[in-house]
């Protein structure tokens, strides 16, 4: 897997991310440098976790199902870009008056990274796949595209929100997809 599909995995990945970001933004009102570092910050930390976590858990399985790993690859992908685009569609009520506590964040964090986890998963099937580059460089698009989530939130608010959550959902099903043809071609 090359430099640029772990770039589109990263911003796929991102998107729940970029949502809780642009509400927090919003509840903001105004940047506040070090409320923004923190909120990308976590966000960025639980998206190089995950990836690895779920690498090693896949990588207990993936003698026993590597021949079938383009397709499991295809079904997890597939369901999660159809469940973030299901997700975009529900009316979504992150905001609150005083924005999240740390332990509201920790949570958000982990609760946007669950796809993070399935993406590890798939990742251990891959011959000499190196989890640790791809998930540093998926969190590091993570806290950057969060920072800018929070910044625009500011501005914007929860015109992008949806949105946002539908690019990453497409973006996930198009990598599923290409992965299942990897098989054919």
């Known amino acids: 897997m090359g430099f640029f599909q772990i770039f589109l995995i990263g911003v796929g990945l991102s998107m ?36 690895i976590l779920g690498f090693c858990i896949g990588s207990i399985f993936s ?8 397709i ?34 920790l949570a958000l964090g982990i609760a946007t990274s669950i796809d993070a986890l399935a993406i590890g998963f798939t990742f251990s099937f891959l011959k000499n796949f190196n989890i640790f580059m791809s998930s540093t460089g998926i969190g590091i698009i993570t806290f950057i595209i969060s920072a800018i989530g ?6 914007f608010g929860t015109l992008l929100e949806s949105r946002a959550q539908y690019l990453g959902g497409m973006i996930l099903i198009i990598i ?9 071609i």
């Open 176 to 184: 599923g997809i290409k992965s299942l043809t990897e098989n054919f």
């Open 72 to 105: 499991i690859a295809f079904i997890i992908l597939g369901y999660l870009g159809f469940n973030m685009i299901r997700e975009a569609r529900k009316e979504n009520n992150c905001c609150t008056e005083n924005g999240c506590s740390s332990k509201a964040l």
């Open 16 to 51: 729940d991310a970029f949502a809780v970001s642009l509400c927090q933004g919003l509840i903001m009102g105004k940047v506040k440098m070090r409320k923004t570092v923190r909120i990308a910050f976590i966000f960025g930390i639980f998206q190089t976790i995950m990836p």
């Open 150 to 155: 929070v910044v625009l939130g500011t501005k």
């Open 63 to 70: 003698g026993k199902v590597s021949q079938y790993s383009n």
